[in-house]
């Protein structure tokens, strides 16, 4: 995902990482027994894997700029430092030190994932980047309360689906206004407003 | 029971703006539905404090005093921002800057914004009250960006972003609060009602990083400085009716949440964590503050960086934790929210009658807009902790409590800063309200809606600076129950 240099291939490597967070749900709900998780896991599946990239896209292709994101950080470089944040939230997550050792490994998966999301926000220039970075933070989240407690309370899971998926609308709706007005979607470029 | 007029009435309202014709009737329609509201969030309040215990409905509604008193404030502010919107739309529809189209899809999202704050305080779960928080950023943005120019759109995607990204550290810290619970071999809930009472079994080191991820998620929602880079933009560019809304509640709508946390907070690590790290926050955003202000230009961005500063006042109040301090602060809350949306609803006026943000074009404010010269004039003075007015009583109340808990140094700084900000203020105010028209402009008159907002708010502002002295000892007993300090 960090070496992603342009908006379709951004758009593919969050597909397949949600994919991946509703293959671990999935197998969580077949160890835990719990009927809700399936039917999170359904969810992710349509709105994660299917629904949300498939919006991104549209917003993308209307919205017809030239496709690149902008790197502040080449792609080698930020792979490298992708890593670096990896070993970073493993460190983060031993120290925190609670939860058996068995879950300290989704932990860190849970806050390698939320830091490169960071990462991904503030090293692109785009404003599509911003959003994707949002959507891959919101999924570390989501591994996170995975791995240590099984999930939230089931409606608060869905309230949860709902606000993202709404959100994700709205931004589109603002990339698509931003687009309109300024001719581009650099957000480096948006600087009318200071002091 | 009050609880479900108050939540029902601007989803009604909201589809009413739907459906009718014309905005005007809309605008009345929001001022009797909003008088309602204020209405039976009055008895609400009144019950609950009296009572003095939380009663929840089908355990998904929890109400205590607390909440009572945030969705009291709300109701007020809305009241009188739906009084103002009246003739605010007016003007911006005779000036060509809105169509009867976009008139309706603003008292749409107003009623929607404000069905969205009122959920906030409502709600027992704490993810739904999250999930809630995150409603009110999305709706506002569009409200943010209302006027659909660069600068506002501009204003509206850094807001719409940075407070998501704010609000998914406290979603991570929400979830360590209840990791917190489910370690303690608890069932997993994130209900208030059940998190309260254990608190102080849960394990202590969880909630400490916990509370430093709430601190930092909602402070950036609730416009604490270093977090408070958004504020300024949208609370500039949105619409003035919004404007108020923002400052006067949105802001407080996450103090609730970082309040809530806060209680099991206390309860389960102890006073001295929670306080210190509030002390810090409320002191930085003390200084950034007062710093712009001194070398601000542009009229509603001197305003949104004076609710940083009150942001800063109520959570110093938090932090020293004493229950007079948290009895002002508490009151600040609400006091703040008055002053600040009146001063909003002048510089609406302003900007409306010269067409610039610009404090250094704009001079005579009292020879164009007589009333509006005179509101502003005093409500500077309200704002700045004048007696006679309220918010005199409570900044007062938390620098007794800083005097009396021995905390020389945040008293000598809040002092300090105070009296800056307070000279800022006289000097910008004074060179804007006084001297000579520019030319060609003309005094005005000025809607009777407008004026009767403007007359609602100073009224509470007047009045509560007197009865507030005078119920002290009832307000103290209140606050100790609440936070059983």
Redesign the interface.
């Known amino acids: 995902m960090v070496i992603a240099k342009r908006v379709p291939a951004l758009i593919r490597s969050f597909r397949y990482q949600s994919f991946f967070i509703f293959l671990v749900t999935l197998s969580a709900g077949f160890t835990e027994r719990q009927g809700d998780l399936y039917f999170v896991a359904l969810l992710i599946l349509v709105l994660k894997v299917f629904i949300i990239p498939v919006l991104l896209n549209l917003t993308a292709k209307r919205i017809n700029v030239d496709e690149g994101l902008g790197l502040f950080v080449n792609s080698q470089l930020s792979l490298i430092v992708a890593l670096i944040l990896s070993y970073c939230s493993w460190v983060f997550s031993r120290s925190l030190g609670f939860g058996l050792y068995h879950k300290l490994l989704g932990q860190t998966v849970a806050f390698s994932v939320l830091f490169i999301g960071a990462f991904l926000m503030i090293s692109r220039m785009k404003a599509f980047s911003q959003v994707a970075g949002l959507l891959v933070m919101e999924n570390g989240i989501f591994l996170f309360a995975l791995s240590v407690s099984g999930g939230m309370p089931f409606f608060v899971e869905i309230a949860i689906f709902l606000d993202v998926f709404v959100s994700v609308i709205i931004m589109g709706l603002f990339v698509y206004r931003i687009n309109k007005l300024f001719t581009h979607i650099d957000v480096t470029k948006l600087s009318r407003l200071k002091g | 029971m009050q609880i479900f007029v108050i939540l029902a009435i601007p989803l009604l309202l909201a589809a009413g703006s739907f459906l009718s014709g014309r905005q005007k009737i809309i605008g009345i329609a929001n001022c009797i539905g909003y008088g309602l509201v204020l209405f039976s969030g009055i008895i609400l309040l009144k019950d609950t404090a009296l009572s003095g215990r939380g009663c929840s409905f089908l355990g998904f509604i929890y109400l205590d005093a607390l909440s009572a008193f945030f969705i009291f404030i709300i109701s007020v502010i809305a009241f009188s921002v739906s009084l103002y919107s009246i003739g605010y739309i007016d003007k911006d529809m005779a000036g060509g800057r809105l169509s009867g189209k976009k008139a309706k899809l603003y008292y749409l999202l107003f009623n929607l914004f404000c069905f969205s704050m009122f959920f906030v305080p409502a709600v027992n779960?704490l993810?739904?009250m999250?999930?809630a928080i995150?409603?009110t950023t999305?709706i506002s943005?569009?409200l943010v960006?209302f006027y659909?120019?660069?600068?506002s759109?501009?204003?509206?995607?850094?807001y719409?972003?940075i407070c998501?990204?704010g609000i998914?550290f406290a979603?991570?810290g929400t979830?360590?609060f209840?990791?917190a619970f489910?370690?303690s071999g608890l069932s997993?809930?994130?209900n208030w009602s059940d998190m309260a009472g254990v608190a102080h079994i849960l394990?202590k080191?969880?909630l400490k990083?916990a509370f430093i991820f709430i601190l930092v998620g909602y402070g950036t929602k609730a416009g604490m400085a270093p977090m408070h880079t958004w504020l300024?933009?949208a609370h500039?560019?949105a619409p003035a009716p919004i404007s108020a809304l923002l400052s006067g509640v949105l802001l407080k709508t996450s103090l609730y949440a970082i309040l809530r946390f806060g209680i099991i907070v206390i309860k389960g690590v102890g006073l001295a964590y929670f306080g210190h790290l509030m002390l810090l926050f409320g002191l930085i955003s003390l200084v950034i503050s007062s710093g712009?202000i001194l070398?601000?230009?542009?009229l509603k961005?001197l305003l949104a960086y004076s609710s940083i500063e009150h942001v800063g006042i109520i959570s110093i109040g938090f932090g020293l934790g004493t229950p007079l301090a948290a009895c002002g602060a508490l009151l600040h809350v609400l006091n703040h929210a008055l002053a600040k949306s009146l001063m909003f609803f002048g510089a609406g006026n302003i900007v409306n009658a010269y067409k610039k943000h610009n404090m250094n074009a704009i001079r005579g404010v009292i020879r164009a807009l007589p009333f509006t010269g005179i509101m502003l004039l005093l409500g500077v003075f309200a704002l700045c902790g004048f007696p006679p007015f309220c918010l005199f009583v409570s900044e007062i109340l938390i620098i007794i409590a800083a005097f009396t808990n021995g905390s020389y140094l945040i008293a000598a700084l809040l002092l300090l800063f105070l009296s800056v900000i307070f000279g800022a203020f006289i000097y910008h105010f004074g060179k804007m309200l006084f001297g000579n028209l520019p030319k060609g402009m003309t005094p005005s008159g000025e809607p009777l809606s407008g004026k009767l907002a403007f007359l609602f708010l100073f009224v509470l502002i007047c009045a509560l600076g007197i009865v507030l002295v005078l119920k002290i000892e009832d307000l103290l007993w209140i606050t100790r129950n609440l936070f059983q300090l």
């Open positions: 779960n993810g739904m999250w999930v995150e409603m999305l943005a569009f960006g659909n120019t660069k600068e759109v501009e204003a509206a995607w850094k719409i972003i998501s990204v998914i979603l991570l979830i360590l209840s990791c489910s370690i997993r809930s994130l394990d080191n969880i990083v300024p933009d500039s560019q712009f070398v601000q230009k542009d961005r």
